[in-house]
């Protein structure tokens, strides 16, 4: 087992000030194995429109420290709501950007989708990183749907399946990282 901090680029998917998916973040940082640093990233919405012309030469420098973030991490967990059935146009356009790249090549990633709903956007999200070429499984995955009503005002998760689920795939990702 290798002991060293790991970083963990962790992708907020959503741009809403009280996301119950940066609350998900939130606790996963406390429930983390102490070796994992996650950093929260919430500039999806700050980056510009995706535009292929200049995808590889004049990147804006939010993306140029979006694709940094991610090659500096040694894993990424995105955690992402659903919206109108999709992922939010954020968060594809974020990932858009990284599509002339190799950044996530053979990158752990752990992919949690958490929303009313969420199992389109589940399925869109696993089909993008592994077109990106992620390396994931089915332990490093989690939809939640019905988030808002496992989670409290207090920032804690009211139900107990839902915190051994989120336990078991950090525990997972982490043993994922080992080969880092």
Not at 9 to 21: D, H, K, P, V
Request: net charge negative; aromatic share 6%; hydrophobic share 45%.
């Amino acid at each position: 087992m290798n002991d060293r901090q790991k970083k963990v680029l962790a992708i907020l998917g959503s741009t809403r000030a009280e996301s119950a998916n940066l609350q998900l973040l939130h606790i996963l940082r406390e429930l983390a194995p102490q070796r994992l640093a996650l950093q929260i990233y919430g500039g999806i919405g700050e980056l510009p429109h995706f535009n292929p012309d200049v995808a590889t030469e004049h990147v804006a420098q939010p993306v140029q420290d979006f694709y940094r973030m991610i090659q500096e991490a040694d894993g990424v967990l995105i955690c992402t709501p659903e919206y109108v059935f999709s992922l939010p146009g954020s968060l594809k356009n974020a990932l858009e950007w990284t599509v002339a790249t190799t950044l996530f090549a053979d990158k752990p990633v752990a992919l949690i989708t958490a929303s009313a709903m969420g199992e389109k956007a589940h399925d869109e999200l696993g089909l993008i990183m592994k077109t990106l070429g992620a390396r994931f499984n089915g332990k490093t995955q989690l939809l939640i749907s019905g988030v808002r009503s496992r989670l409290n005002r207090q920032g804690g998760v009211t139900d107990e399946a839902t915190l051994t689920a989120l336990t078991d795939l950090m525990r997972s990702f982490d043993a994922m990282l080992d080969g880092v």
